[in-house]
């Protein structure tokens, strides 16, 4: 996986001058949030995609009535550091998931399916 900007060869192991055609990773990606595995058994991970260093991130977790039932806040040295949350103690159900940044700015809002 390219997790960072820009573009992207792969040269021949053998000493040949050839190349691959260029990737380019741009950010397209960029102000969007991926849950994995989802649905999940109670462990997944979290990954937003805004360029940004040195940020606080929180997510929050509500169930179907819309009850608070999980917060966790991360501090990230770079935007797409993967944040891990772990709601075993949960029942299996649907839940939101909602990240904000330090000024409680909503960025991404995703349902959570834990089996």
Known sequence: IFSQKGSYTVKNPT????????LIVSDSTSQTAYVYPNPNNGEFMVQYF????????TIT??????????????????????MEVLMKKLSSGVYLMVLTDEKGNRLAVKKVVRE
Not at 15 to 22: E, F, L, Y
Request: overall charge positive; glycine content about 10%.
């Open 15 to 22: 000493g040949c001058d050839n190349t691959s055609n260029v």
């Open 50 to 57: 805004d360029g940004s260093s040195n940020s606080r991130r």
């Open 61 to 82: 977790l509500y169930d179907a009535k819309g009850a608070k039932v999980y917060v966790k806040e991360f501090f990230l040295t770079i935007g797409n550091n993967p």
